[in-house]
C-alpha cells in the first residue's frame, strides 16, 4: 500500500521542477542551514538528497570563521560561498537546486553569495519555516505554497529537517568541545 502511495523519485523531481519552473528535473539537491545560540559557537551544514536519497558521505558541516555575531544572512554568505567556490576549482558540476533553510533574507544571501562567484542561473529556493512557503530566486515576487499533503511538499520538509538535524547536532557537539 505505502509503495503505491510514494510516487518514485523520477515523478518527485518532474514535479518539483514543473512546481518551481527549473529547467530541468533536479538530480542532486543540496541544502544549506544556520545553527547558533546567541551568535556563538556559529556554524552552518549542507545536506546531499540525490537520485531519490538522502547521501550522508556527501554531508558538509562548516566552522563559521567570519564574527558575524547572530547574523545568519551573512553566516549564510559565507557557507555557500565556500562551498561553491570549492566546486568550482575542483571544476565539479553543480546541483540541481540549492535549498535554503529560511525565507527570503537567507535566500537573498544565498544568491549574493553565487552573485560574487559570477556563477549565474543556478536554481536556488528557500523554504520558511511554519508558513512552508517556498521562495525561489527571480520568482520572490509570486511565492509558491504547496498543497499540505503533496508528496512534493513532503520532500522537501524532509531534506530542511535533515539540514537543521544535522546543523543543531554539530552545533551541540562544537559548544561542548568549547565547554
Known amino acids: 500500500r505505502f509503495r503505491v502511495l510514494q510516487p518514485s523519485a523520477k515523478a518527485?523531481?518532474?514535479a518539483l521542477e514543473?512546481?518551481?519552473t527549473l529547467p530541468a528535473p533536479p538530480k542532486r539537491i543540496e541544502s544549506?542551514?544556520?545553527s547558533h545560540i546567541q551568535g556563538s559557537d556559529t556554524v552552518a551544514s549542507m545536506v546531499v538528497w540525490e537520485n531519490g536519497g538522502m547521501k550522508k558521505s556527501q554531508y558538509r558541516k562548516f566552522i563559521i570563521r567570519g564574527e558575524w555575531g547572530n547574523d545568519?544572512?551573512?553566516s549564510m554568505r559565507e557557507a555557500v560561498g565556500r562551498r561553491y567556490q570549492r566546486?568550482?576549482?575542483e571544476k565539479a558540476a553543480m546541483p540541481g537546486l540549492i535549498l535554503i533553510d529560511g525565507g527570503l533574507g537567507q535566500l537573498r544571501a544565498a544568491a549574493?553569495?553565487?552573485e560574487k562567484l559570477e556563477i549565474i542561473n543556478q536554481p536556488v529556493a528557500a523554504i520558511a519555516k511554519k508558513?512552508?512557503?517556498l521562495y525561489v530566486l527571480g520568482q520572490e515576487d509570486e511565492p509558491i505554497r504547496l498543497p499540505r499533503h503533496s508528496p512534493l511538499l513532503h520532500l522537501i520538509q524532509q531534506i530542511r529537517d535533515e539540514t537543521h538535524r544535522f546543523a543543531v547536532?554539530?552545533?551541540?557537539?562544537r559548544r561542548s568541545q568549547r565547554t
Open 131 to 133: 508558513e512552508e512557503i
Open 12 to 14: 518527485i523531481t518532474e
Open 112 to 114: 549574493e553569495a553565487l
Open 169 to 173: 547536532t554539530f552545533h551541540r557537539q
Open 72 to 74: 545568519d544572512f551573512a
Open 87 to 89: 566546486l568550482l576549482a
Open 32 to 34: 544549506f542551514d544556520i
Open 18 to 20: 514543473s512546481a518551481l
